[in-house]
């Protein structure tokens, strides 16, 4: 079983449709929860994190973490085209020796 | 700062030759990381660095692929010999580590688009 788990999709949406993307983990130990966004033949960046449980709202997008069900979300609200990318959860914790974490990323495509 | 410079940028060559990529980290960080990325696997680590000391490589797929860290400013990955399934954009990447508060961010280089033919 792989550290974490993120379905590829690709996930396709109409402009203006709330998106949510998600991911699971298996180590309790990881404490920093991230989201990377990586456009077409582009390195991945860091969107936002968050520490721990709870909320963090950053524009249109709000990521979410339940650490008792070890799974995150991100949430984009009112997506645009421009948001069409590779969406990575990545992970880290005081264990991880400076290490992230990744998911495979879900293809988001928004369509005007 | 110019980010993490990669080179080349695309490489096309034949099965059996040897390839290296080449990686200049962001000045100042402690971490230096080597990722390949497909569409089969996602984002792989294949080995990390601190402080120009190999911490972790697990993630090398055989021994085909060595990396090397000369300095703190710049890093190979070595396949040799190459073949069509080494095919890949291979990334690398840069951290400081763990900031007060803040979580291990790593930039990311643009990628080198490997093609073994």
């Known amino acids: 079983q792989k550290e974490v788990e993120q379905d590829p999709g690709p996930l396709s949406v109409p402009e203006g449709a709330i998106v949510s993307l998600n991911c699971t983990y298996s180590n309790s130990a990881f404490q920093y929860f991230m989201w990377y966004r990586q456009y077409s033949r582009k390195g991945p960046e860091l969107l936002m994190y968050t520490y721990s449980s709870g909320n963090k709202e950053d524009g249109r997008f709000t990521a979410q973490v339940d650490k008792s069900s070890k799974y995150i979300s991100l949430f984009i609200r009112d997506s645009q085209p421009s948001d069409s990318a590779t969406y990575l959860c990545a992970m880290s914790g005081s264990s991880t020796l400076g290490r992230l974490y990744f998911g495979r990323g879900t293809q988001l495509t928004v369509w005007p | 700062d110019a980010g993490v410079i990669q080179s080349p940028r695309h490489e096309v060559t034949e099965m059996g030759q040897e390839v290296t990529l080449r990686c200049k980290p962001i000045s100042g960080h402690d971490y230096l990381f080597w990722y390949r990325q497909t569409m089969m696997r996602g984002l792989e680590l294949l080995i990390y660095?601190?402080?120009?000391?190999?911490?972790?490589d697990s993630g090398m797929p055989e021994d085909r692929f060595s990396a090397k860290m000369p300095n703190a400013s710049f890093s190979t990955l070595k396949i040799q010999p190459s073949e069509p399934r080494d095919s890949a954009v291979y990334f690398c990447?840069?951290?400081?580590?763990?900031?007060?508060?803040?979580?291990?961010?790593?930039?990311f280089g643009p990628g080198t688009r490997l093609t073994v033919l």
């Open positions: 660095f601190n402080n120009n000391v190999p911490i972790d």
């Open positions: 990447a840069s951290s400081l580590g763990k900031l007060a508060g803040g979580p291990d961010e790593q930039f």
